[in-house]
């Protein structure tokens, strides 16, 4: 990862898969306009790396083990009000994502769309825009 840069959206990444990691964190490298600041895989670590990091985006999956993805978006968002999360999972029912909206949680994103659609999502997150539900 390189140095913190404040023109470039800053980006969290917290998923249990290292293919999920891997593959965002190649994405985002070839886009100059984000940078992935931290890489956790649960919910715990989580919050400690929003604490020293504070990125503008972090993109949560629903399922984590221990500390679930709803549960870490609680606890982010109780410390740091204007945090910008987005959830994604490959399979959530729409109980699950409408508690991680009501959590604070942007939007919801299937982890199975396409990588462009990913970074529009990450940027809207960081505009503040309305997001639709996409997945």
Do not use: W
């Not at 109980?95 to 990450?122: D, N, P, S, T, Y």
Request: charged fraction near 20%; aromatic fraction near 2%.
């Amino acid at each position: 990862m390189t140095a913190v840069t404040s023109s470039r959206i800053l980006v969290m990444c917290v998923d249990d898969h290292p293919i999920i990691r891997q593959g965002l964190s190649a994405v985002l490298a070839n886009d100059s306009k984000m940078e992935l600041v931290a890489e956790v895989t649960n919910g715990e670590d989580a919050i400690g790396a929003y604490r020293k990091h504070r990125p503008h985006v972090t993109l949560m999956d629903l399922h984590l083990p221990g500390m679930t993805g709803v549960e870490a978006v609680v606890a982010i968002r109780r410390e740091f009000r204007d945090a910008r999360i987005v959830v994604m999972a490959t399979d959530a029912d729409d109980a699950q994502i409408q508690r991680a909206l009501a959590a604070g949680a942007r939007a919801f994103m299937h982890k199975g769309m396409a990588m462009i659609e990913v970074l529009a999502i990450i940027h809207e997150a960081h505009a503040g825009a309305a997001i639709p539900q996409r997945g």
